[in-house]
């Protein structure tokens, strides 16, 4: 009997360490020695561990379900894994996997939106890198040249305002140009053109420091022409000093009740690449047109970079009235009429 019993314990142990065994081979070695052939595997938003064991052991990736579904519950992670594509291999033993999942090491590309670049830029741009469609930034954040209080064929954008208050002085007629702030985003596969829209709005928020807003409030002037200002700048000069000379003129303009007549306000509206504006051009009708009509556009037409928003809040007192850009790139300033038709016969032939 004794001898019975020492053999059922035996027997039960040895079967004890060889499921131990076993589960710890299927959860700590990887299906495979060779970590090459990584590829891309994608969790969804709401997928439970056991459809994406079930998916990971489809595509070749783990050996059994029942090992990452062993792993993730005894860990606690199982409401911890963030969904995106991730880069997988069946090199890697399940624990790294879960890992990535945890952690949302996500497969990430970058997306570059470039100082001066208008709404149309960027969604062509996101069409032509196959993220989203053009259209569909331009319903989320609002058609180019556009008012929506004149076009009532168009439903209006998505109103930002609540989460970001740097919103609220532009009218909701617009859509968001000016406030997509040019820089190079880290952008996670699984994130949707809102989010996208979302970080863009919060990295603006952020270069608008407290101390600029005190400085705009004394100027008893409104953000939103500021940004509106600083887009006109952006696409009519390059250099930093050029930038606060130029801001200076045309604020200065502004005051006097003179047109701004800034070529950049036409090409806007047209949408072409040439710089070059004709007179017939400048007759459209559109407020955007600072030719046809007097003070800011409507909006910005542009997201302006923080050397011109800079520009806009601090311009440069100087005698000059008018300015050229010559077909080098350089600026001529002038403090007459004369002076400025001048230098349009001398570097514009």
């Known amino acids: ?15 004890c360490f060889l499921l131990f065994v076993w589960i710890w081979q299927g959860i700590y070695l990887a299906k495979s020695p060779d970590f090459s052939g990584a590829e891309g595997f994608f969790v969804a938003k709401g997928q439970g561990i056991k459809e994406i064991a079930d998916n990971l052991k489809n595509r070749g990736i783990i050996k059994s379900p029942l090992f990452f579904r062993i792993y993730v519950l005894a860990g606690g992670a199982a409401r911890k894994l963030q969904a995106g594509e991730y880069f997988l291999s069946s090199g890697m033993a399940i624990p790294e996997i879960v890992n990535k999942f945890v952690a949302g090491e996500v497969v990430k590309e970058t997306l570059t939106l470039l100082e001066g670049w208008n709404m149309r830029d960027l969604g062509w741009h996101l069409e032509n890198k196959g993220m989203f469609m053009a259209e569909e930034l331009f319903e989320l954040a609002g058609f180019p040249a556009i008012s929506y209080s004149q076009d009532s064929s168009l439903s209006q954008p998505k109103d930002f305002s609540q989460d970001f208050d740097f919103l609220a002085d532009k009218p909701k007629s617009l859509g968001l140009e000016g406030y997509l702030f040019p820089d190079t985003y880290e952008i996670s596969g699984h994130l949707s053109l809102q989010e996208i829209v979302r970080k863009m709005l919060a990295n603006f928020g952020e270069k608008i420091t407290p101390g600029m807003k005190e400085e705009i ?38 005051d006097a009740g003179m047109p ?90």
């Open 260 to 349: 701004l007549q800034v070529d950049a306000t036409i090409v806007y509206v047209t949408g072409k690449k040439s710089t070059k504006v004709s007179i017939d051009e400048t007759k459209i009708d559109s407020f955007y047109n600072t030719y046809k009509y007097k003070g800011l556009p409507i909006g910005p037409i542009c997201n302006p970079g923080l050397e011109s928003i800079m520009a806009a809040i601090y311009p440069a007192e100087t005698d000059y009235w008018y300015y050229l850009s010559t077909p080098r790139g350089e600026t001529i300033f002038s403090r007459t009429f004369a002076q400025h038709n001048a230098a349009k016969a001398k570097y514009l032939k």
């Open 217 to 254: 409030a004394s100027q008893k002037k409104s953000l939103f022409a500021i940004i509106t200002m600083a887009s006109l700048i952006e696409k009519e000069v390059r250099t930093p000093e050029d930038k606060k000379i130029v801001s200076g003129i045309l604020w200065k303009r502004l």
């Open 1 to 15: 009997m004794r001898k019975n019993i020492s053999l059922i314990v035996i027997s039960f142990f040895v079967g």
